[in-house]
């Protein structure tokens, strides 16, 4: 893209082959959680690769720029971000404290590669390549969901035998049955949320993006075949506004070959349904409990007892009295960069059990937020967010952040680097077309 008039942008130099290959590999790995190495995600080997890539490519190394309203929005973030430091330094422990500059060290680096070290081009080229690494990436979660659900019925827990006596990874619990002996499908991981969140974004995209309707019936399936409620809840939200934006773009018509699969599929779907009528019933049956859980919810301290649901209840009820336990700027600039639940686990004595585990947070993006991060950090997140949304209203990059929105209600999916990177790279896509507009106001007029 070039600029007609005397001011002008400098040249963006074009992402490497081998970063092009990195990007894609991130986005293969991002979701598979279970894959680690001397207690580190593979994934963040792969941005550390793509770093080292990025200083040993011999041209620029940065490449930033900022315009418009993005400009603003970053300083105030960034200087948020500085101040929370000085907080957390004061409140938390060491331990929290420690753990608090991994993250955000973590996150700093994964998002200051595709945002502050290219340019709008190669963003755009990034999130595309980051995307369908990931969609691949969906597809080979979704193969070992079903395997594993498959063997589970023979009675082998798969994920157990291959992360826990295997790879030695004792401390998660990597299979895991419903009422009714249905074993839950994580894919490559501990966690059926961002397992489920992972196939709704690999709906989504087989949807939308590849145009793939018997994948779509794979993820879809798969979703419910999680009894995730994280999961349920995304899928609706996603259907939801898909009926509220209709799509612009038609699905292409079906070949022969495509109808039959369809047939042969529902057909499948059918019998499965029909020999595993009494699971599912159950399943129907607990989830119905669980809403029934929320609505008659009561606020109250928490016990060993308590559900699942009421503690995600509680974590909302009581955020208010606890924001009002808490400084003026602990309550401004959070008290510690995701580390939510310190505040937490002294406010319950039931969560207090929860101290030792440190890192822990509340299972919920916008709690953990507002909380750890602070007021004015969590309205200009959610501020960026949410512009990139409506300006992504009528597309397959609005569902996804609609999908991780969504969850984020009962899961805290920005503690996985991957669902927070896919809503910078959208939200970046849409600043950027915003201050396009921004420069043809200002006199610039672009060609490609």
Same mark, same amino acid.
């Given at each position: 893209m070039q600029i007609n008039r005397t001011k002008s942008i400098h040249e963006e130099f074009p992402i490497s082959t081998l970063e092009k290959k990195l990007i894609f590999c991130f986005g293969l790995v991002c979701t598979m959680n279970g894959f680690m190495v001397f207690g580190n995600s593979i994934s963040n080997y792969v941005m550390l690769a793509l770093l080292i890539a990025r200083f040993f490519r011999g041209d620029r190394l940065l490449d930033i720029r900022f315009s418009g309203k993005s400009t603003a929005l970053a300083i105030i973030m960034l200087v948020s971000i500085i101040i929370s430091i000085f907080v957390a330094v004061e409140y938390l422990p060491v331990s929290w404290q420690m753990n608090s500059f991994s993250c955000l060290i973590k996150y700093l680096l994964v998002i200051g590669y595709f945002f502050f070290l290219n340019g709008?081009?190669?963003?755009?080229?990034?999130?595309?390549?980051?995307?369908?690494?990931?969609?691949?990436?969906?597809? %080979?979660?979704?193969?070992?969901?079903?395997?594993?659900? +498959?063997?589970?019925?023979?009675?082998i827990k798969f994920n157990t035998i291959v992360f826990d006596s295997i790879l030695g990874l004792h401390e998660y619990q990597w299979d895991s049955y419903v009422a009714g002996g249905l074993l839950r499908m994580k894919g490559i991981g501990w966690e059926t949320a961002n397992f489920a969140l992972a196939m709704i974004v690999g709906y989504i995209l087989s949807r939308y993006y590849k145009k793939n309707i018997i994948f779509s019936f794979i993820? %879809?399936?798969?979703?419910?075949l999680s009894t995730s409620r994280t999961g349920y809840l995304g899928?609706?939200?996603?259907f939801l506004w898909s009926a509220l934006f209709k799509r612009r773009k038609k699905m292409r018509r079906l070949s022969h070959t495509g109808i039959i699969s369809?047939?042969?599929?529902?057909?499948?779907?059918?019998?499965?349904?029909?020999?595993?009528?009494? +699971?599912?019933?159950t399943l129907i049956s607990n989830l119905l409990s669980s809403i029934s859980d929320i609505g008659s919810y009561q606020s109250s301290q928490? *016990?060993?007892? /308590?559900?699942?649901?009421d503690i995600? +209840?509680?974590?909302?009820?009581?955020?208010?009295?606890?924001?009002?336990?808490?400084s003026p700027l602990q309550v401004l600039f959070g008290t510690g960069y995701f580390s939510a639940g310190y505040p937490f686990s002294l406010s319950d004595p039931y969560l207090f059990t929860r101290? /030792?585990?440190?890192?822990?947070?509340?299972?919920?993006?916008? %709690?953990?937020?507002?909380?750890?991060?602070?007021l004015i950090f969590t309205i200009l997140f959610y501020t960026i967010v949410v512009r990139a949304l409506?300006?992504?209203?009528?597309?397959?990059?609005?569902?996804?952040?609609?999908?991780?929105?969504?969850?984020?209600?009962?899961?805290?999916?920005?503690?996985?680097?991957? *669902?927070?990177?896919?809503?910078?790279?959208?939200?970046?896509?849409?600043?950027? +077309?915003?201050?396009?507009?921004?420069l043809e106001s200002a006199g610039y007029s672009f060609v490609d």
């Open positions: 709008t081009t190669n963003q755009s080229n990034a999130r595309d390549i980051f995307l369908r690494g990931l969609y691949v990436g969906c597809i %080979v979660q979704a193969a070992w969901g079903y395997l594993q659900l +498959m063997l589970g019925f023979a009675g993820f %879809v399936a798969a979703v419910i899928l609706f939200a996603v369809v047939v042969v599929l529902t057909f499948l779907i059918g019998c499965c349904l029909y020999i595993f009528r009494d +699971m599912l019933t928490l *016990s060993s007892s /308590s559900s699942s649901s995600h +209840m509680h974590y909302y009820s009581y955020l208010g009295t606890l924001l009002k336990s808490l101290l /030792s585990m440190v890192g822990w947070n509340p299972e919920s993006d916008f %709690v953990t937020l507002i909380v750890g991060n602070g409506w300006f992504h209203r009528s597309d397959y990059f609005g569902l996804i952040i609609v999908a991780i929105l969504s969850c984020g209600i009962t899961y805290l999916t920005l503690r996985g680097t991957w *669902s927070l990177l896919a809503l910078i790279l959208l939200c970046g896509q849409a600043s950027n +077309m915003q201050d396009k507009l921004y």
